[in-house]
């Protein structure tokens, strides 16, 4: 059968088939679907027609299946979940009752300072979805983007796949953490001479902080390269090392703590972008639609550390 003879195959025939599958009974199969059982029973001789098969076998009080009516089932009932989530997805999302797996890329500093909050209101609008997030950079976004591994994600981001979709969300402001005691704030030489922790997902030693340093002729000294923001808390108190980080990073470090501290930076920042990006082909899914606003709502938010 090719596309075009699908359009003389009636859509309800095959979801009575599946009911009937299950009730094995004309009356129960009737009032699952609001029907009489003559016209479950009209129903019944149609589909024997269309497959060429009886189906169904009365068994005393029952109707046995075929083992031509069992293989349909088997090689119908995938293609019906799909046809019937394609329908849903078409109308309105609801969260409350959603089931959706949610798949997000997120930097490390965007997981680290500003994920927590979105994930509580997530949680609080629709409980039943689940949320997978993998870890992405500005080096990953496109080839996770293009195999569908994630349906938008939060990074600062350089090229995209032709038919990605990118909304800033935030000029990335840096605050400097330090775990020291001594009085007053960083001068821009304090800041050259100490030494420096950077985060850095590929280990290297440079950032983007140093290309700001090189434009007034000064560099700095990085002694520590991690790759990830939540041990900065433990590795920078009572130490004399310096780490400039996102300022939403930096609050959430700071936050609950009384070993760490942020300044802001001695000298002018050439501000990034943190920005959202996602895949064209679920520019108008409902569900994506709600998630992509619920990551403004969240990640688009000023810092408390403004």
Not at 20 to 27: A, C, I, Q
Not at 186 to 197: G, I, K, Q, V
Not at 216 to 225: C, E, F, H, Q, Y
Request: neutral net charge; charged residues 25%; aromatic residues 6%.
């Amino acid at each position: 059968m090719n596309r075009n003879d699908l359009r003389r195959v009636d859509m309800n025939l095959l979801v009575i088939f599946e009911t009937l599958m299950f009730e094995k009974n004309l009356t129960r199969a009737g009032e699952k679907l609001f029907l009489g059982q003559p016209a479950v029973s009209a129903s019944l001789a149609k589909l024997r027609d269309l497959f060429d098969d009886p189906l169904l076998v009365r068994n005393g009080r029952i109707l046995e299946p075929t083992q031509r009516a069992l293989q349909i089932l088997k090689e119908l009932q995938p293609a019906m979940d799909t046809i019937s989530g394609a329908v849903s997805r078409a109308k309105d999302f609801d969260p409350s009752t959603s089931r959706d797996v949610f798949r997000i890329g997120l930097s490390d500093d965007a997981e680290f300072g500003l994920f927590p909050p979105l994930l509580k209101q997530m949680r609080e609008e629709a409980q039943n979805v689940v949320v997978v997030v993998r870890r992405v950079n500005y080096l990953l976004m496109s080839s996770m983007l293009a195999s569908g591994e994630i349906s938008v994600g939060i990074s600062y981001t350089t090229e995209l796949p032709a038919n990605a979709k990118r909304k800033k969300l935030r000029d990335l402001s840096v605050k400097i953490l330090r775990g020291d005691s001594r009085p007053g704030t960083l001068t821009l030489d304090d800041y050259c001479e100490r030494p420096h922790a950077l985060v850095s997902f590929s280990g290297d030693l440079t950032g983007a902080i140093d290309n700001d340093l090189a434009r007034i002729g000064r560099s700095r000294r990085v002694v520590l390269a991690v790759p990830q923001f939540a041990g900065l808390r433990a590795l920078l108190a009572g130490t004399d090392m310096l780490a400039t980080v996102p300022d939403y990073a930096a609050c959430a470090l700071i936050e609950g703590s009384s070993q760490l501290r942020a300044d802001d930076p001695p000298f002018e920042i050439n501000l990034s972008e943190l920005s959202m990006v996602w895949n064209g082909v679920n520019d108008n899914d409902p569900a994506e639609r709600w998630l992509r606003s619920k990551i403004v709502q969240h990640m688009a938010a000023p810092s408390p550390a403004q």
